[in-house]
């Protein structure tokens, strides 16, 4: 079983062996997105303050290795209605490229983990609010554009309060 990884970093670059990684140069990146797919796995309800884990997986749909530049080092991440990783205060990851390449139909998963809260700035500083009733929890691979590019999937959790 593979370890994985529980943030947006920790991806290496794929498998995919010398010639399959010199060809996967030669497809540019508007096109080796397109043969990436994203699914989001997750439970149907959480309960306030017990961690829940979702299951982001990145896959390679074609028979043949293709490499993507990514506009950021973070390879993945995860939202919750418009909240990165839960957290109202927005997240910007750094401003660095990584190549990141996907052997022929590999599949990559990621784990996160969310206990219904959402965190916000309050004047007593930062606190972590309680989020009950529906929210959209999505998965995303980190490419420019993700949302128009479809490289991301959604389900839908109901937050309950612990009884």
């Known amino acids: ?8 970093g920790g991806l290496e670059t794929g498998s995919g062996g010398g010639v399959g990684r010199w060809l996967a140069g030669l497809v540019p990146d ?3 997105l397109r043969a990436l797919a994203v699914e989001v796995r997750g439970p149907e309800t ?24 990514l506009p950021t080092p973070q390879v993945w991440g995860w939202r919750v209605d418009d ?7 927005g997240f910007e990851p750094p ?3 990584r190549p990141v390449t996907f052997g022929r139909r590999e599949r990559r998963e990621f784990a996160a983990v969310w206990d219904g809260r959402i965190r916000r ?14 929210h959209q929890f999505t998965g995303y691979f980190a490419a420019e554009k993700w ?3 479809g490289l991301y999937d959604r389900c839908e959790v109901r937050v309950v309060e612990s009884r």
Not at 46 to 59: I, K
Request: charged residues 25%; neutral net charge.
């Open 95 to 97: 401003e660095a490229t």
């Open 147 to 149: 949302e128009q590019r």
């Open 121 to 134: 700035s309050d004047t007593d500083g930062n606190v972590w609010v309680a989020r009950p009733g529906t």
């Open 46 to 69: 959480v309960t306030v303050g017990e961690p829940a884990r979702f299951v982001v997986t990145v896959r390679n749909r074609l028979p043949a290795t293709v490499s993507v530049t």
């Open 30 to 32: 508007p096109v080796a």
């Open 1 to 8: 079983m593979r370890r994985l990884p529980t943030s947006g």
């Open 83 to 89: 909240a990165p990783e839960a957290d109202e205060r």
